[in-house]
């Protein structure tokens, strides 16, 4: 188990603020935020990479600046992989094991299984890993870190230099292997997606502050702040008027309900942000007199793509300048078409400023 406790750490004009996390044995840690967030630098000072200037790390109860590497069963993968040029691959992915003094049959089987499980064994006979592809480097450091049997294992945005389809391969093959081997996982990442795969716990990070830690789904679905909702990509993120009904807010010439009004009692503000992903919008062609679901009217605009998600603009007043996002219908609406907008009162997420 790794403790953090009141960490913080100041590097020139940046600093990490204060930081308390826990990460059972066993779990597999995402690290996600934009760039300058302080990702790397609290991978490092939870590696003992660096030293805080308040606070400490403990690791299964031993204070990380106090253990020696030779005794520490930690392997890390930084961004650029830090492979060794002039070996082979066998000897990149063995040299560990070779630091420690392992017999040569051990060696041997450990770096014949890995390669397999990675499917790298083509690849041992090459005398340098220089000419490999980006792919093939990736699992050859990823074997290599793996080698010793490490209890905690720390990637630092190993597949950022991949493209999509050799990433996704990787994802899957990391994600297998932590569930065979049980080892902690901590890992930098800007790819979301790649946390739905890997992780079972995310904390996301803004100037140095952990903003929100949870279950990636959770985390994915419930932001904390209008911040947090347009990082994890949310769509629709605006300031509504309370109306007299518990539960309700007013965005222009739109009425929408929340499902936990309960919520509205930490704040004694008459706005609200509210956050809404596009998919949670269930658009249909003309005025439907008997909904299924909560709903307001609004008039369609053009249907595009926000990266892999399709969705249409949805004015929402008679100027046509206050626009939100909903999912784009089966069947073609032409733009200027008063429309119909289900949701279900549930996706819609009250969020700090």
């Given at each position: 188990?790794?403790?953090i406790k009141n960490l913080?750490?100041?590097?020139?004009?940046?600093?990490l603020?204060?930081l308390?996390l826990?990460?059972k044995k066993g779990?597999s840690?995402a690290?996600?935020g934009p760039s300058?967030?302080?990702?790397?630098?609290?991978l490092?000072t939870?590696?003992?990479l660096?030293?805080?200037?308040?606070?400490?790390v403990f690791?299964?109860?031993k204070?990380?600046?106090m253990?020696?590497?030779?005794n520490s069963?930690i392997?890390?993968l930084?961004q650029d992989l830090?492979l060794?040029?002039h070996l082979?691959?066998?000897?990149n992915?063995a040299?560990c094991?070779?630091?420690?003094s392992k017999p040569?049959?051990?060696?041997?089987?450990?770096v014949s299984?890995?390669a397999?499980?990675?499917?790298?064994?083509?690849?041992?006979?090459r005398?340098?890993?220089?000419?490999?592809?980006g792919g093939?480097?990736?699992?050859?450091a990823?074997?290599?870190?793996?080698?010793a049997?490490?209890n905690?294992?720390?990637?630092?945005?190993?597949f950022s230099?991949?493209?999509?389809a050799r990433r996704?391969e990787?994802?899957v093959?990391?994600n297998?292997?932590h569930?065979?081997?049980?080892?902690?996982?901590?890992?930098?990442?800007?790819?979301?997606?790649?946390?739905l795969v890997?992780?079972?716990?995310?904390?996301?990070?803004?100037?140095?502050?952990?903003?929100?830690t949870?279950?990636?789904?959770?985390?994915?679905?419930?932001?904390?702040s209008?911040?947090a909702?347009?990082f994890?990509?949310?769509?629709n993120?605006?300031?509504?008027?309370k109306?007299?009904k518990?539960?309700?807010?007013?965005y222009?010439?739109m009425?929408i309900q929340?499902?936990?009004p309960?919520?509205l009692?930490?704040?004694?503000?008459e706005k609200?942000?509210?956050a809404?992903k596009?998919?949670a919008?269930?658009?249909?062609k003309?005025?439907n007199k008997?909904?299924?679901n909560?709903f307001?009217?609004?008039t369609?605009?053009?249907?595009?793509?926000f990266?892999r998600t399709e969705v249409i603009?949805?004015?929402?007043?008679?100027?046509?300048?206050?626009?939100l996002y909903?999912?784009a219908?089966a069947?073609?609406?032409?733009?200027?078409?008063?429309?119909?907008v289900?949701y279900?009162?549930?996706q819609?997420?009250?969020?700090?400023?």
């Open positions: 188990m790794i403790e913080s750490v100041n590097r020139g004009k940046f600093s603020n204060n308390s826990t990460i779990e840690l690290l996600i300058g967030a302080g990702k790397t630098l609290f490092e939870i590696l003992g660096r030293r805080p200037s308040t606070g400490s690791i299964d109860g204070n990380v600046n253990m020696k590497p030779e069963s392997a890390y930084p830090a060794f040029p082979s691959v066998y000897d992915i040299f094991l070779r630091i420690k040569k049959e051990y060696t041997e089987s450990v299984r890995l397999s499980q990675l499917r790298i064994d083509y690849l041992l006979q005398k340098s890993v220089a000419n490999l592809s093939e480097k990736q699992r050859v990823l074997a290599r870190a793996l080698a049997d490490p905690l294992v720390f990637l630092d945005e190993p230099a991949l493209d999509g996704r990787l994802h093959e990391v297998r292997l569930k065979e081997h049980n080892f902690t996982l901590v890992f930098v990442t800007h790819d979301l997606d790649e946390t890997v992780a079972n716990k995310v904390a996301l990070m803004r100037k140095g502050d952990i903003i929100q949870g279950a990636p789904k959770d985390m994915f679905n419930n932001p904390v209008a911040w909702a347009h994890l990509l949310f769509e993120i605006f300031e509504a008027e109306t007299k518990e539960g309700q807010f007013r222009e010439d009425t929340i499902s936990k309960s919520e009692k930490a704040t004694s503000t609200q942000w509210l809404v596009a998919e919008f269930s658009v249909e003309g005025i008997r909904p299924q909560p307001f009217t609004a369609s605009g053009e249907t595009f793509h990266g603009e949805l004015f929402v007043n008679k100027s046509k300048t206050a626009k909903g999912k219908p069947s073609t609406i032409k733009a200027g078409t008063k429309v119909t289900e279900n009162e549930s819609v997420k009250l969020v700090k400023v």
